[in-house]
């Protein structure tokens, strides 16, 4: 039975991961700091991550076969992290994020407009690493979170101590009112009730994925052996801001209301002026079969409409 550690898994598709593993019958062991326990019959560890010494003593003498990491945002993290699972584990999966192709990251420039960005332009191995930034502070982390997951990618694949692969997650959608990041949400309420919504008048696409195919695709991650390094994981078929507000506007009854704003201004949170897509080649390749967008994003809608709906 394959033994497998989650750090974090209390919400989202961290949750839903931890009861896949669970259910195809690996012995999971779940670590946090116990805001939401883990479903009955697996291991939690209860402590704080950052702390090293009290993680390390958490730990014990246990080993696995694998760990998933779904709450690592810093270099400071990953490294205390790399120590402390050294000799415990063969392989470490990360769960990173889109976000580190940032359209204002330089190395974009390099790419022909309107292409899916491929893994290779943003190669951990040669990123620069700057522990000594102020990551512990809540709002710099928030403002650089796209640099610290670069950052704690460029720890773990410079590590000798086991396998490390990162998965480039797209904007996660689903789950209606447990979609902890709220912008799908926030497009369901303004175009349901009639209010503006920030857009650049030549919005570009970006990549999208639903968090059950998220947990399917960390799942089948953890239990691979034939890969290392960073994937890129997005269904297929990106859309702009305008496509999603008319998949919106066809299920709500009512038509999107925008408001363009010029080219490097702020818009809404999926209105962007560079590309901003992924090329998910290397995991089909590897073997993960993706959905198309059109497969769930009505259902992932029509959650959001019910949560929106006000009670009765």
Request: aromatic letters at 8%; proline letters at 6%.
């Amino acid at each position: 039975m394959p033994k497998i550690c989650v750090l974090g898994g209390s919400r989202y598709f961290g949750k839903l991961l931890v009861k896949r593993l669970q259910a195809a019958d690996h012995q999971v062991t779940v670590i946090n700091r116990g805001s939401t326990p883990p479903p009955a019959g697996i291991e939690h560890l209860v402590v704080d991550r950052n702390d090293e010494a009290a993680l390390s003593a958490a730990l014990g003498s246990a080993t696995f076969d694998v760990v998933v990491d779904q709450i690592c945002y810093t270099p400071v993290q990953a490294a205390i992290a790399a120590r402390a699972f050294s000799g415990r584990t063969r392989r470490y999966v990360m769960t990173s994020t889109i976000e580190v192709y940032d359209p204002a990251t330089a190395a974009l420039a390099t790419v022909p407009h309107g292409t899916p960005v491929p893994e290779v332009l943003v190669d951990p191995a040669t990123w620069l690493v700057a522990r000594d930034l102020p990551w512990h502070d809540t709002a710099y982390l928030q403002a650089h979170y796209a640099e610290g997951k670069r950052q704690a990618e460029a720890v773990f694949t410079r590590h000798q101590g086991f396998d490390f692969t990162a998965v480039r997650s797209a904007h996660v959608l689903g789950g209606g009112a447990a979609e902890f990041t709220g912008r799908l949400a926030h497009y369901v309420e303004r175009i349901t009730h009639g209010r503006e919504i920030a857009v650049h008048a030549e919005a570009l696409p970006t990549a999208f994925i639903h968090y059950e195919e998220l947990a399917d695709l960390l799942e089948w991650a953890a239990t691979a052996t034939h890969f290392t390094g960073p994937v890129n994981v997005c269904s297929d078929g990106p859309l702009d801001v305008y496509e999603l507000g008319a998949v919106i506007a066809a299920q709500a009854g009512r038509e999107p209301v925008y408001r363009s704003v010029a080219a490097g201004e702020p818009a809404s949170s999926f209105s962007f002026d560079r590309h901003y897509a992924m090329n998910n080649a290397r995991a089909k390749n590897l073997g993960f079969s993706f959905s198309h967008t059109t497969d769930w994003l009505p259902g992932a809608i029509a959650e959001a409409l019910d949560a929106a709906a006000p009670a009765v």
